[in-house]
C-alpha cells in the first residue's frame, strides 16, 4: 500500500519504456488488408477504409474531394436523408476525407449496432449515385465558402505557400478557383467513383471492443468487393523561382500571415526523425524558441509554430504564424536569428532535456486508447514504416546529442532553403 505522507517520485518520461500494442493483421477473401486493435473498456468501434483515392489520382481538379463528399448523398435505396437518419437513428457516426494520395470513409459505432451499419457502408462503396440536385448544392455551398475564404489571409498564405514548394499542377501544391466547382461533372464523378471505389484498392483499420468474430464479420461483409491495382503516379515538384513573395489581399489588412518553409524528405531519410526533436525545439511546442521570442518576448503574435508536413512522397518544413503587418518583416528576422542561434551554440542539456520529456510524453498521450493506437499504425502502414520504426525513434528521441542538433541545424536551417511569404 503506498504511503500517501511521501511524495511520488518524479520521473522523467525519458525513462519511460513505451510500447506499442501490436496490431492484428488478417486478409479478407479479395485480398484486402485489415488491421485491427483489440482494446478499450467502451463498447464502441472505429472502422476506417483507406482508399487510394486522393487527388493524386485525379485528372481534374476537386474530382477526388468532390466524389468522397458525395458518397453518403445518396444511393440506388436511399436519400442523403435517409443515409443521415438512419446512421443518427444508431447513434453512430459516419464520415468521408479527402487527403493527397488517399480518401477514407469513417464510421464509429457502439458494438452491438454494427450488424445493422456495415451493409449501409457497403451500400455507399458499392451503390452510390451521386444525384445532381446533391452535386449542385455541394457547388453552390462550396464557391460561397471559397469566396468567403479568399478574404482572409491565412487562407491565400496557404494556398500560396504550397503552390511555391511544390508547384500549381502537383497534387501538393493545387489550389483550386471559383470556375473549378462550375467544372464538375456527374459522369466525371462517376467514372472517378467506379475506378478509385467500387473497383478501387483499400485497407481497412479497425479498433475498440471488437466481438471475437470481427474477422469473419469483414469477410463477409467486404471479402466480396472488387480488389483493384493502383498504378502508381510519378508527378515530379515544379517550385517556383522566387523564393520571398509580399502579397497584398486586403487594402485595409491590418494583419499579415507569415509562412516560411524549405522541401524536406519523407520519414524514409535518415534524418526525418533527428530532425523532428530540432523542430520541436525550433517551433513545435509552447515552450519553443519561437513561441518565448516572437510571442513572449517582442509580443508580435499570439502563436507561432513549426512542423513537418504529412505528406507521403515527399514533405517540407513549415514555419507558420499571424502577426500585425507593421512588424512581419521583424517576425521574418526574428526567426532567422534563431535558426542562426541554432547553427551556432549548442543547445543546453536542460533545454533539451525539456524537449525529449515533452516529446515521450506526447508519444504516451498517443498511446491512450484503440483508435489512437489504430491511428499511429495507420500512420507506418501508409507510409510503408515497420513496427521498428516505433522504436527506433524513441531510442532517437532518448540518445540524441547537442551536438547532433547541432549538425541537422547547420544542414537544414539555412536561410537561403527557405521560401519566404507574407500576405496581408
Known sequence: MP?????????????????????DKFILDNGAEVYAINAGAEEVIMFEWVYCAGNWFEEQKLIAATTNFL???????????????????YGSFLNRSCYNETATITLHCL??????????????ITESVMPQDELDIYKQNMKQRLQVNLKKSDFVAGRIIDASLFGENHPYGRYNYL????????????????QYYRNGKFILF???????DIETILNTQFGDLPMGTVLEKEIKTQPAKEKKLR????????????????????RHHPDFSKVMVLNVLLGGFF???????????????????????????????????????????????????????????????????????????????DL?????????????????????????????????????????????????????????
Not at 179 to 194: A, G, I, P
Not at 393 to 421: M, N
Request: glycine residues 6%; charged residues 25%; proline residues 4%.
Open 71 to 89: 458518397l453518403r448523398n445518396g444511393t440506388n435505396h436511399r436519400s442523403s436523408f435517409g443515409i443521415n437518419e438512419y446512421f443518427e437513428y
Open 206 to 212: 479497425v479498433a475498440g471492443k471488437l466481438p471475437t
Open 247 to 266: 502579397i497584398v489581399n486586403d487594402e485595409n489588412g491590418v494583419q499579415g500571415s507569415i509562412r516560411m518553409a524549405r522541401h524536406f524528405p519523407n
Open 287 to 365: 515552450g519553443s524558441r519561437l513561441m518565448r521570442n516572437i510571442r513572449e518576448d517582442k509580443g508580435y503574435t499570439y502563436g507561432i509554430h513549426s512542423f513537418i508536413q504529412n505528406h507521403i512522397h515527399e514533405t517540407c518544413w513549415m514555419i507558420s504564424t499571424e502577426a500585425g503587418k507593421d512588424v512581419c518583416e521583424a517576425t521574418l528576422e526574428e526567426v532567422y536569428k534563431e535558426m542562426k542561434q541554432l547553427r551556432e551554440v549548442p543547445v543546453g542539456n536542460d533545454e533539451l532535456l525539456l524537449v525529449k520529456n515533452y516529446m515521450m510524453g506526447g508519444i504516451l498521450g
Open 368 to 424: 491512450n486508447g484503440p483508435f489512437q493506437i489504430i491511428a499511429r499504425w495507420k500512420n507506418y502502414v501508409l507510409n510503408n514504416l515497420p513496427e521498428q520504426y516505433f522504436y527506433d525513434s524513441i531510442q532517437l528521441i532518448k540518445s540524441i546529442t547537442p551536438e547532433e542538433i547541432q549538425q541537422l541545424a547547420q544542414k537544414y536551417l539555412q536561410p537561403e532553403d527557405f521560401y519566404e511569404l507574407v500576405v496581408v
Open 3 to 23: 504511503n500517501r505522507k511521501e511524495s511520488p517520485k518524479i520521473v522523467d518520461a525519458i525513462h519511460f519504456d513505451l510500447k506499442l500494442k501490436k496490431a
Open 179 to 194: 470556375e473549378d466547382f462550375d467544372n464538375l461533372e456527374r459522369t466525371s464523378l462517376q467514372h472517378f467513383y467506379n
Open 111 to 124: 458494438k452491438k449496432h454494427i450488424n445493422e451499419l456495415l451493409p449501409v457502408v457497403k451500400e455507399l
